[in-house]
């Protein structure tokens, strides 16, 4: 006869994982007033908790719930848990998954004073185990938010033990940046704003350099007495490789701001830019162009935009 055996260990860090689960719904409800779950996975202190919302959840509210989470922790509130009737849970506005199947007795776990007098009031339809007290699940910690689906996000979580490792690990990784920032550890933050800083003030120079330059070529090369400017470009030779091509067409606009211009990439990408006209899209319909357009500007990727348009 085979024997069953509990891993103790197992279910104690389960325990503590089911109801910090209920804690952590509890805790979205006070965030975000019409969600709902949508799956969880629930393991030895580590959890996944899927939820209907909107839009991702900010930092400054996670940061919220972590806290009210810890706080109900470390308060010790007990939980409960009762059989009884379906409708007696239900006037009791009790959470569940009303459009799952429930026999007429339901089991219901609750946290909370017995007079309610608590910030943290609890109560879900429940058929797991659970801690006897808040204080038994230890600690509560965040590790990531994502997004799973349209409209549902996720939360990722440790408690108990599982968080020990997770401040491991968390050390660990501010131990080698700072080492690559030459830095102490409490001073990674400021470094890294300052290497940012430097990074974005960096670009706009190195921004304001390329305008330059391709404004200077550009004066050189485009012809300014055609009704019709027509400028093929290259990515293997520079300055232009050095530039986006939607920031190439933004300077050749400033240049020739009173030109139609075509311009047109060994890559095939191509803009027709119809300033002095305003008809690039009646342009595109006499051509059977069917690409995407405004009244003034057409581009798109056509190795046959030359023939097409008829240059």
Known sequence: MALLRIHSSQRIAKMRA???????????????WQTKQAGS?????????????????????????QTMVNHWIKWAYPVTVKEMSLQEAKDLWAKAFFEDKYGEKVRVVSIHQSDWSTPIRSIELCWWTHVNNTAQVWWFIIETQSA??????????????????QYQHLEERILHIASLLWC?????????EKILKEQQEQQKTLEHLYHTLISTQLEKILPIDHALITYSISSDIE??????????????????????ILIHSAQWWFALYTWATKNAKEYCKNHWIQWGWSDILIQGKDKNVIEKIGL
Do not use: C
């Not at 102490?184 to 890294?192: D, F, H, L």
């Open 148 to 165: 799973v689906a349209s409209w549902i996000r996720r939360i990722s979580w440790y408690t108990g033990p599982g968080i020990v490792q």
């Open 184 to 192: 102490q550890p409490a001073q990674t933050p400021e470094k890294i």
């Open 18 to 32: 089911h109801t910090a689960t209920h804690l952590l719904h509890y805790a979205l409800e006070q965030i975000l």
């Open 41 to 65: 996975l629930v393991d030895s202190d580590y959890l996944r908790f899927d939820f209907a919302a909107k839009e991702a959840l900010s930092n400054e509210q996670l940061v919220h719930i």
């Open 239 to 260: 300055p232009f490789s050095l530039v986006p091509q939607k920031q190439l067409l933004t300077i050749i606009k400033q240049q020739r701001a009173d030109k139609n």
